[in-house]
DNA sequence: GCAACAAATAACTATTTGGTTACAAGCTAT
DNA sequence: ATAGCTTGTAACCAAATAGTTATTTGTTGC
């Protein structure tokens, strides 16, 4: 960039450039450029040099804060999954009727997909791999737990009131909320083209919106 | 393996192996290879030397009956989804009655998921990449048709009979049933680690498909 | 039977990639 | 102010990787 022709190995002038120090913020945008790019490629398909450019810093720094790329993409899994348990421990499905709490969950899953389309993305690249990673997370044992706890209690309830069959299972519930908008949302690329319709124009996201929360209520309705 | 110690290049003594030529095994091996090699490792992470090595032939082959890496890819992608449009169109859903049509698409597909993996896979892959390849593809635009017009049929006859709801749709029914079985397969590896159940079980694969029937049925039923 | 072509092999190459090393410079406690 | 640790940079390296070349050997039409 300047004209100063250095050529000794490792000599850097800083005269020209304020070097400002900030761990925190290095290792933070590394966490999000490696998202990004996990999330593009695949692990097989990530460039550690690429994830180092994209958080404007270099791969010394990367495997200084998280050791490789495995256990970098181990970090970026693991705070996927804290970031989607996290938002939804702030729902309180319980707080209105059985149908509208259920609703809720499908409403908030759906967007939280839609939102975060790089979430989904990690999950498939994760499930390719058959869960390789995420079995060796020891961060990840109670995280889920809240979900499953919070809807028993919503189902329990609907079917006490009559409105619920009995049959409603929590974990089939939330995997047919989940199903719903995980296949819609990451599968719409091939699904678009194949079946010539936009999927992502936002007149077919709201009917798939009002989809997933009129069949899951039609699959636990008495 | 044998102890002559050659130098020369590319000297080759063939008097030990019974030397037998197949174009149309050697294409289909690579093939086979390649579908399982991409399933499992994405594109990003499939290796042309491992493909070549599982298929039991080398690259010259690979390079010389499909181009490159990527046209390989195209190859497997378009295979795979001939596969099921053709496993499909033997179904003949419109032979019963209407609910058993729908009933027998949504377990056939289930099934044929279950079964086959690796389009699952090779799904997920095209899709990480925005149906890059599958878009270039000039082969696949008729293939998908022939499924929505026999479903809409079906539909229509449920709709004069009174069974359904006007409002069902043969896409969005489609696309329920396919986003059931596609997510529970799929991301079986991530689901069974966070929520401590194996999906892979037999009694809960069954149920699964119990599941999506009902499901399915319930989200169209008059 | 043999010329021309298709099929097959293995060694080779240029480039990319994950990971390391040598070194410079900011930060902090004493 | 300065020693010791942390944060940062760029050059380097060995292994891996997509794609190619040189060569050999079946196969087939005449």
Request: aromatic letters at 10%.
């Amino acid at each position: 960039m300047d004209g100063s022709g250095e050529k000794k190995p490792a000599k850097r002038r800083s005269q020209d450039r304020v070097l400002q120090r900030d761990p925190e913020r290095t290792r933070a945008a590394i966490l999000e450029a490696a998202t990004r790019e996990f999330a593009e490629n695949g692990m097989g398909g990530a460039r550690v040099d690429a994830i180092a450019e994209r958080a404007g810093t270099n791969k010394r720094m990367l495997y200084h804060y998280f050791g490789d790329k495995e256990q970098l993409y181990l970090h970026v899994l693991e705070e996927a999954y804290v970031g989607i348990r996290t938002a939804e421990r702030e729902l309180h499905i319980g707080d209105r009727s059985p149908e509208e709490g259920i609703a809720e969950l499908a409403l908030f899953t759906w967007r939280y997909f839609h939102k975060h389309p790089e979430f989904l993305s990690l999950l498939g690249t994760e499930n390719l791999h058959r869960a390789r990673w995420l079995r060796q997370s020891v961060r990840l044992k109670e995280l889920h737990s809240h979900l499953i706890v919070e809807l028993t209690e919503v189902l329990d309830r609907g079917k006490k009131e009559g409105v619920f069959i009995e049959a409603a299972d929590p974990l089939s519930v939330y995997l047919t909320i989940a199903s719903l908008g995980y296949f819609y949302i990451s599968n719409q690329y091939t699904l678009s083209t194949i079946f010539g319709r936009d999927l992502a124009d936002p007149g077919n996201l709201d009917a798939w919106e009002r989809h997933i929360v009129h069949v899951t209520l039609a699959s636990i309705k008495a």
